[in-house]
């Protein structure tokens, strides 16, 4: 049976997830804050140690990749593949929109998983599940709330069962789903995403499909960091 590492640090809710197969036997979920890059390994080796387990007899990787806080990501990576370097483990890299579609992996109706991005934006994409699987409906996107009615109008078929609004996106402009979407509900869940990105850890890693060059590992931005935005501006 495969053992599983998985950890997200795409949000301000970190975890940590060690999962047999696809039976999660351990989460750890902590708030992260400026001190995530000395707070990070040892909070892996807590979770290791806790099995208790080796770095070694690891299998298989996951991560979230984003998109999400862009430190977080960069910490996150940067972390995991200082760990593995030269060990050839595979890894996963899973995009947090899905993971966290897979929390409503239960859900008959469609899941529009939106991770707030500021300034009255949203990473958004969707999602249905067939025999527990995520099939993707529409790809990642970074899109402003009052695009958000016409960016559904390709599920339009779909509008017989009521959608299921999750995420932290969600969260933030319910107000705004209930009063423009009527076809949709509002979820609220744990925001911690290690044990799903195990989930899909699990299913990616039996289809062989995983990375072992680490240079192929790479964040999921969608939309540029402000530093690097602001860098292009003062130099136009």
Not at 167 to 196: D, M, P, Q
């Amino acid at each position: 049976m495969i053992t599983i590492l998985s950890l997200d640090t795409t949000s301000k809710y970190a975890s940590i997830s060690i999962a047999k197969g696809e039976e999660i036997h351990l989460e750890y979920n902590f708030a992260t804050r400026d001190e995530l890059s000395a707070s990070l390994i040892p909070s892996l080796e807590f979770v290791l140690n806790s099995m208790p387990l080796k770095l070694e007899d690891i299998d298989v990787f996951g991560i979230g990749i984003g998109p999400g806080l862009f430190t977080g990501i960069r910490v996150g990576l940067a972390t995991l593949k200082g760990l593995i370097l030269g060990t050839g483990k595979p890894v996963v890299p899973v995009v947090t929109l899905r993971a966290l579609a897979y929390k409503y992996n239960d859900s008959t109706s469609p899941i529009i998983s939106m991770i707030d991005a500021r300034r009255d934006e949203l990473y958004i994409a969707a999602y249905r599940f067939v025999n527990q699987h995520a099939e993707e409906l529409l790809p990642p996107n970074l899109i402003h709330i009052n695009q958000l009615k016409h960016h559904l109008e390709p599920l339009d078929e779909f509008k017989k069962t009521k959608f299921s609004f999750v995420g932290s996106g969600a969260e933030v402009h319910k107000t705004f789903i209930k009063e423009h979407l009527a076809w949709g509900n509002v979820y609220r869940r744990s925001c911690f995403l290690a044990s799903e990105i195990c989930k899909v850890t699990f299913h990616h890693y039996m289809k062989k499909n995983y990375i072992t060059d680490l240079q192929q590992l790479m964040p999921f931005y969608i939309r540029k960091p402000d530093a690097e935005q602001n860098l292009k501006q003062s130099l136009q």
